[in-house]
């Protein structure tokens, strides 16, 4: 072929766009691993039960606290693909906060999410243990059921980080989830 019957440019945009998405794809998976590297060792901090708050002062006010979910780690999200699922956080068996968490994913590399404006305020006294229950409801077809299908239970004793909360159905398969949260103090509550 010589110079003069180049292709039109129009022909390569094909080939650009399988690159970029290769690249992107790449890049991506390079991320979510290292997201993944730093939260492994995060754990072994966050079994150690967390040390009551100190006082100088014999203060009986309760403590304002901001329970977060930091990360899920998805098991199986209970289907074929990804799947919908909505959270709810109680403590000691009032609500807490509640929360959607679209297209979960049980495959490697993509079973880790981090979930947006799923937090709550909790007032807890001193040397006082709250009981946290996390229950959960698969979207489908027909919505979301009167029932939860999956839910776990944990003990908050004070601010930190907390031992992580496994969360499944009756059949794990069915559902299954390891919740990380913390607990924060907030300033000028």
Same mark, same amino acid.
Request: charged share 20%; hydrophobic share 45%.
């Given at each position: ?77 209970? !289907?074929? @693909? ?8 109680? =403590?000691? /068996? %009032?609500?807490?906060? #509640?929360? +959607? ?36 409801? !698969?979207? @489908? ?8 299908? =999956?839910? /776990? %239970?944990?003990?908050? #004793?004070? +601010? ?30």
């Amino acid at each position: 072929m010589a110079d003069n019957e180049r292709k039109p440019a129009l022909q390569h945009v094909p080939a650009i766009l399988t690159g970029t998405a290769a690249l992107i794809a790449a890049l991506t998976g390079v991320y979510v691993n290292l997201h993944d590297t730093r939260g492994a060792s995060a754990p072994k901090a966050e079994a150690r039960p967390a040390a009551p708050i100190a006082s100088a002062t014999a203060n009986t006010a309760p403590v304002p606290l901001r329970v977060q979910v930091e990360r899920i780690a998805v098991e199986h999200d209970g !289907r074929l @693909g990804t799947t919908d699922w909505r959270f709810t956080v109680a =403590a000691d /068996g %009032e609500p807490l906060f #509640a929360f +959607a968490q679209d297209a979960l994913d049980d495959s490697g590399g993509r079973n880790v999410v981090v979930p947006k404006d799923a937090q709550g305020l909790l007032r807890l006294a001193p040397g006082k243990r709250v009981h946290l229950t996390v229950q959960g409801w !698969r979207g @489908g077809l027909f919505g979301f059921g009167a029932k939860p299908i =999956a839910s /776990g %239970e944990g003990t908050l #004793a004070a +601010a930190g980080a907390l031992a992580p909360i496994r969360v499944q159905a009756a059949q794990p398969e069915d559902g299954a989830f390891v919740f990380h949260l913390s607990a924060e103090p907030v300033r000028g509550q």
